[in-house]
């Protein structure tokens, strides 16, 4: 089994107490997003969960207590960019961020924190020469601290068209997307960075930039040193090249605030959520109730019974 942590919320930043309770017992409990009171228990502990995937904006609060994970693989999709509080509300500032960045490079090696330089959106503020800009930056700041850089493009959800409204956000056209990619492969070959898009049709291998999925098969075995008996996520885009993962988070849960975020339906919804939260729940949000249906999810380890890679 391999644990999305989290493609709905930022576990790391919001929830590093609850998820480090669930470590520690063992398992956890996931609500069905299309059905409240259908809930999973899962079981977590090392013999069948053969990796953690974070996504994380500030991965900081777990810092102090990455030695309760020494029985686990796992590796960081750590989004850094610069567009500021104006679309991130509750981001920290970039070069705070940087710091945690290259903190938790040293802690756990290069090779497992990713960078992510998404979502890219142009308008006039932020146009090609603001990213190149950006990017150059961040990638001076990340050289010898990351092997990766992982770029997407800003996808305008209808969900998030009220969130958006006033910041005449859009989607690059193809002509500027071209022109980000020379721009940015020129800066992370410089920097030694492998550079790479998610979730995206358009070719760029010509800038040297190879598609990428975010539960990456050959990267977790790579970590583990065993091939891993995984197939496609059959519930994520056509474009998604991910492997099947469980994902332990809630939609309405990040506290960021980030007006392109497809993951939060409601800022009051949001507000609500944080009231509910129980670090001694094994939900992350609210705790079993009478309605509720809990059921055991059958879980086991997907490396192959070959034994190792190497």
């Not at 030695?67 to 796992?74: N, S, V």
């Not at 992510?116 to 090609?128: M, T």
């Not at 507000?271 to 670090?279: F, T």
């Amino acid at each position: 089994m391999i644990i999305s942590a989290s493609r709905r919320t930022d576990i790391p930043a919001f929830f590093s107490e609850w998820f480090l309770k669930r470590i520690e017992e063992g398992y956890l409990c996931v609500r069905n997003p299309m059905n409240a009171h259908q809930v999973s228990r899962i079981d977590i502990s090392p013999d069948v969960a053969d990796a953690i995937v974070f996504w994380s904006k500030n991965p900081e609060p777990l810092l102090s207590c990455l030695e309760q994970l020494r029985e686990y693989t796992y590796y960081f999709q750590f989004t850094l960019n610069g567009y500021g509080w104006e679309i991130e509300k509750n981001v920290p500032s970039l070069d705070d961020r940087i710091d945690t960045f290259r903190t938790l490079s040293k802690l756990i090696g290069r090779e497992r924190v990713i960078w992510r330089y998404d979502p890219i959106f142009l308008n006039e503020r932020f146009g090609l020469s603001w990213h190149h800009e950006c990017f150059s930056y961040i990638a001076e700041q990340l050289h010898g601290y990351t092997d990766r850089c992982v770029m997407s493009f800003v996808d305008l959800y209808p969900r998030i068209g009220k969130n958006i409204q006033g910041l005449d956000i859009a989607e690059p056209e193809a002509q500027l997307i071209y022109a980000l990619a020379e721009s940015f492969a020129k800066v992370a070959k410089a920097r030694s960075i492998r550079l790479f898009t998610c979730a995206e049709l358009i070719d760029l291998a010509s800038y040297g930039i190879e598609h990428s999925h975010c539960i990456d098969a050959e990267l977790i075995s790579e970590f583990l040193g065993a091939k891993l008996n995984v197939q496609k996520d059959k519930m994520q885009r056509a474009v998604c090249g991910c492997v099947s993962s469980i994902d332990i988070g809630a939609y309405n849960t990040c506290r960021h605030g980030c007006a392109y975020c497809y993951a939060n339906h409601s800022l009051t919804t949001v507000q609500k959520n944080k009231e509910l939260h129980d670090p001694d729940s094994p939900l992350l949000i609210g705790n079993i109730g009478e309605g509720d249906i809990v059921t055991e999810r059958k879980v086991k380890s997907l490396i192959t019974k070959q034994g190792e890679l190497f």
